[in-house]
């Protein structure tokens, strides 16, 4: 099965959570796991087949991959993190980058062009490069408008919008975004986000509360503020 492949610092839940939520909802039989649920080899090992294969990926996971190659690699952005592994921010992002290191020229990567260490590297990738200028967020915000509705989408803040960006492109790079806007547009009304993310607490206090447990870089927190 295709492997579509999500790495970043930040939003790496909630995209691939996403996008299970969309390919469920277009009837595909979905295994996601890696950095989210279940392993990846757990899912070799039973056997079962699925559609595609959905992987929620780290760097310290990426820094020991060899041969893995996915049809599909999504690089959502790269900020100073894991200070503690890391002597500097070019060496975790080299990490992130070995998530192309096997892909060839008829593999896709889908990748934030508004980082400039992020574009730099995915301008050199040798096959189809979807560039997302994740800075310019009122075009894409207009983009995503042109095509469904906003009305229904339940995650706060522009940058759930772009995770949203993110899921669409993936769609596309499997040709199922047309001729399936209807369902698509029902699962966007209907995904809820990821627990502990900018998540909506209700209270009888005067103030409203959300847990943001998740946040545990200073990129997330600044984003959820």
Known sequence: ????????????????????????ALGKKVFTGGNIGVAFCDHINSGKEVDYILLELSSFQLEST????????????????HGERYSKNEDYAKAKFNIVKKMKSEDRLIYDSGNQMVAEWGDKFPGTKVAIATEQTGKIEASLKEIF?????????????????????VLKGLNL?????????????????????????????????????????????????
Do not use: M
């Open 66 to 81: 060899f041969d893995f190659r996915p049809k599909i690699a999504v690089l959502l952005n790269v900020f100073p993190n």
């Open 149 to 169: 509705s906003l009305q229904d989408f339940k995650l706060p803040g522009i940058h759930n919008k772009i995770n949203l960006s993110f899921c669409l492109e």
């Open 1 to 24: 099965a295709p492997i579509i492949a999500v790495t970043g610092t930040n939003g790496k839940t909630t995209t691939v959570s996403f996008l299970d939520h969309l390919l469920k």
């Open 177 to 225: 975004l047309e001729g399936n806007r209807p369902l698509i547009q029902k699962a966007i009304d209907s995904f809820t986000g990821v627990s502990h993310r900018i998540e909506y607490v209700p209270s009888k206090e005067s103030f409203e509360i959300y847990n943001d447990a998740k946040s545990t870089n200073w990129d997330a927190t600044l984003t959820a503020i």
